[in-house]
């Protein structure tokens, strides 16, 4: 028995030494099993920790160069590698561009890289996904073409289905990267990847903020985004610019009450914009800084969360009104040009005759004494109804700007006239203070007189504000100031505010009422006085009236027509040796009460004078008689004046150079037609004077052709 127990004692403690001995080794092997996992569970939590880190520095900026950056330095810092780069395309497409590139691949530092020199950055952003490779022998990868390396792990940097680029690492060895390694690179560019969509869509949404800002304060009018309280939310530069404040001070203010004032009309557009029952637009006028200005309004409802918004659009159209009233007032004008022409024409005829008559029976020596005074007033009231006849027409007429010597005095003269009646009507004093002799000034008589109209215009309407107990004047007054002849309009109104001198000639600019006035007169005058070569200021005297002074230079030498009206006006005429008994006239003039007037003063110089009603009867006389001067009114001889030539000088040739023509069509184009005649001519009425002048004239000329 003691034989069995010890073998079996032994056995015993065999195995227990033995199961003792392999605890231990499992416990060793537990124990190494244990602090692997600690290992790794340490190192994913490391890894954990600096993606985290990553992450938080990535979401602090979305800056492109920044995201990339901290890429690559996380990337150098957790994987094994001699180099680092990020590539990025623009905008998602080619080509790309290396932002970053660290260690050994720094020499790519903001290298482009197109599609065929990607070499392994573009085969693993066309695959998208991970690439690595090895060198294999001397068979070394290209990360781009022209660079190798010896082993490469590329990942794309993929967001949203799009590629934007791509994260790489490289060795010059050909050591392979650890799973470990690669599986770091792809969870890192998938942040990056994530991190650079999101900048990317953000540019793109700041991108289109700042054009739609741009393009919103680029709009030349005023443009107003209103919450359903009618507060201003956003406003444009150009509102700011009409209202003269800053943009962010018209935030949340009432519209328009608190921003271009109270308008009750278009209060109620806006509420029928948002009912959708407004018309297209609204007018309306506000009080600004700049001064009373007409706002055209157009609105716009825009269902916003909250509430109906509205979007309107303000335009600034007091030129544009201005303009266009302008336009109407040309358009009346000229109306009343061709009224005043039809009626010029007709008055012409009688005030002709009587002028003439009256000049007639004044010369002669049989008149008695006591009717002398009676024919000079007739005489005088002729003259100056045809006065009044030419200064109408040469305001309201519209013709091509003449160059001519200017006499300014009877510029200020014709222009009083047309003004005369206002003047009584309102009771305002006029005085002249023209100075005599005066040189004259070359340039358009028709502007001239509308420059001299509109001061005295602006003048009378300042004078006719004045309280009762104000003086009521006006004074027109001329001087020669070395080469310079200088017109002065005063007026005893409130004169011109200090601050609105530098405005008042502005196109434009007015101190009138709605309705009054354009505010263009005074700018039309400087323009003119300007295209003159002269100047044109205005003075506050003393007294606290206004004063316009123009300044035109004198004319460089005397014109023909200039010496012609001033042999008229010294009554002296061409000298002849003609003898008056043997000088045969022919006048041709329907109108027998001009036909006796001119016969009475040609008769009376001694000239043997025949009369021809119209046209056919002249032709009949010509053909039996020789006439020295044929003394003619075009529209007597045709109603179409192109065909007078041909009814009359292609059959007696030598008329030509003997006919006067005496029109009282006034119309700009019987002047021009008479200008293509090559015939003198006179308009009437017809002084007795100028028609002995006109005649002597020719007759002078045709002795010296023979």
Not at 426 to 437: A, G, V, Y
């Amino acid at each position: 028995m003691i034989d069995w127990i010890a073998p079996a004692l032994i056995a015993l403690i065999a195995w227990w030494v033995g199961h003792r001995m392999g605890s231990r080794r499992i416990a060793r092997r537990m124990a190494a099993e244990a602090e692997l996992a600690r290992s790794e569970l340490a190192q994913r939590l490391n890894e954990l920790i600096s993606l985290q880190e990553l992450s938080t520095t990535l979401s602090e900026s979305l800056d492109v160069q920044n995201v990339v950056a901290n890429v690559a330095d996380h990337v150098s810092r957790s994987v094994a590698a001699d180099g680092t780069l990020v590539a990025v395309a623009k905008g998602g497409e080619s080509p790309l561009r290396v932002v970053v590139a660290q260690g050994s691949l720094s020499a790519l530092a903001g290298r482009e890289i197109k599609e065929r020199d990607a070499g392994l950055i573009g085969q693993a952003m066309g695959l998208e996904q991970t690439q690595v490779a090895l060198a294999v022998g001397q068979q070394k990868p290209e990360l781009v073409r022209g660079f190798e390396v010896g082993a490469a792990a590329i990942a794309p940097l993929s967001a949203h289905g799009v590629t934007v680029g791509a994260l790489a690492t490289v060795r010059h060895d050909a050591a392979p990267f650890a799973a470990e390694d690669q599986k770091q690179l792809a969870t890192v560019a998938a942040h990056a990847a994530i991190v650079l969509e999101n900048a990317r869509l953000f540019d793109l949404i700041r991108s289109g903020k700042e054009q739609w800002e741009a393009t919103f304060d680029s709009l030349a009018d005023a443009v107003a985004l209103l919450d359903d309280s009618n507060r201003v939310r956003r406003a444009n530069r150009a509102l700011g610019i009409l209202v003269r404040e800053p943009i962010p001070a018209l935030i949340g203010r009432q519209f328009p009450t608190d921003v271009i004032g109270e308008s009750a009309a278009l209060s109620g557009y806006l509420g029928a914009v948002r009912s959708s029952q407004a018309p297209s637009s609204t007018t309306t006028r506000a009080a600004l800084p700049s001064g009373t200005r007409t706002l055209r309004c157009t609105g716009s409802a825009l269902a916003q969360a909250g509430g109906d918004w509205v979007v309107i659009l303000i335009e600034d159209v007091t030129e544009r009104e201005a303009i266009e009233a302008q336009l109407i007032q040309n358009e009346k004008m000229a109306a009343v040009g061709q009224l005043v022409s039809g009626v010029a024409h007709e008055l012409n005829n009688p005030i002709s005759s009587i002028a003439g008559l009256a000049d007639f029976l004044r010369s002669k020596e049989t008149t008695p004494a006591g009717e002398l005074s009676h024919l000079e007033v007739i005489h005088e009231q002729a003259e100056r109804a045809a006065h009044i006849v030419r200064s109408l027409l040469s305001f309201a007429r519209k013709g091509p700007a003449e160059s001519v010597d200017v006499d300014l005095n009877g510029v200020i003269r014709s222009a009083v006239a047309l003004i005369s009646h206002e003047l009584k009507l309102r009771h305002i004093e006029l005085e002249l203070d023209l100075s005599e002799p005066l040189d004259a000034v070359r340039g358009d008589r028709h502007e001239l007189q509308q420059v001299v109209l509109n001061l005295l215009t602006n003048a009378i309407q300042a004078v006719g504000d004045n309280p009762p107990d104000r003086a009521r004047w006006v004074r027109a007054a001329t001087s020669q100031r070395s080469q310079h002849i200088v017109i002065t309009i005063s007026d005893s109104g409130p004169g011109i505010p200090a601050e609105l001198e530098s405005q008042i000639f502005l196109p434009f600019f007015t101190t009138k009422q709605p309705g009054e006035g354009t505010g263009l007169g005074l700018s039309i005058t400087y323009r003119i006085v300007e295209s003159h070569k002269g100047q044109l200021s205005v003075a506050r005297p003393a007294d606290g009236t206004s004063q316009f002074v123009v300044s035109l230079p004198v004319a460089g030498k005397e014109s023909p027509d200039a010496a012609e009206a001033a042999s008229e006006r010294n009554g002296t005429e061409p000298a002849t040796q003609t003898d008056a008994d043997n000088i045969h006239i022919l006048v041709v003039e329907d109108d027998p009460a001009v036909r006796q007037s001119l016969g009475v003063t040609l008769a009376g110089t001694g000239f043997h004078v025949q009369y021809a009603g119209d046209l056919t009867e002249a032709r009949t006389m010509l053909a039996k008689n020789s006439y020295d001067i044929v003394i003619a009114e075009p529209r007597t001889l045709s109603h179409d004046l192109p065909s007078l030539p041909a009814d009359l000088f292609d059959h007696w040739p030598e008329l030509r150079s003997r006919t006067l023509l005496i029109t009282g069509d006034v119309r700009l184009e019987t002047e021009q037609w008479l200008a293509r005649t090559q015939c003198p001519y006179l308009r009437k009425p017809v002084s007795a004077q100028a028609l002995r002048t006109a005649v002597a004239t020719i007759l002078q000329a045709r002795t010296s052709r023979s």
